[in-house]
């Protein structure tokens, strides 16, 4: 048990739950962003196509409300907003990473001397010269 505890600790303490505490913020904060921008800016056009106030209103019914039957309806207008929701986080969390990958790539390439290479990265490319130059001379001796 104490070797749960300190390896908890150290997880903590090396930034993973830090890191994972602000990424569930942010998102937290970035779905309200999206809901309004979805709910408030494209969904009025949007419904002013379907001739209706608000597209989160639309259903087709299935059977209408009587006494003692409640109505049996298909509430596609919401599907409509989750779908946009959807669209636009997926889209936006796609374009951030593409960005953060394209500054993700150009700091491990070694050859690109415009950014500075991280120590591990350099040490794995001069490892890989190394080994490259080692088989040459295998294959020389080989010959």
Request: overall charge neutral; proline content about 3%.
């Amino acid at each position: 048990m104490k070797n749960f505890i300190q390896e908890f600790k150290t997880f903590a303490v090396k930034g993973n739950m830090i890191d994972m505490a602000i990424g569930i913020i942010i998102g937290t904060a970035f779905n309200k962003v999206v809901n309004t921008l979805v709910k408030k800016v494209l969904m009025p056009p949007l419904s002013l196509l379907s001739e209706g106030v608000s597209l989160t209103d639309k259903k087709i019914i299935l059977r209408e409300a009587a006494s003692g039957v409640d109505e049996v309806a298909i509430w596609y207008g919401e599907l409509v907003e989750v779908l946009v929701d959807f669209g636009i986080i997926s889209l936006t969390i796609f374009v951030v990473l593409k960005f953060i990958n394209h500054f993700k790539d150009r700091a491990e390439d070694p050859k690109d001397k415009t950014v500075a290479t991280p120590k591990d990265i350099e040490l794995l490319a001069s490892l890989e010269t190394l080994l490259k130059q080692q088989n040459e001379i295998l294959q020389k001796n080989d010959k």
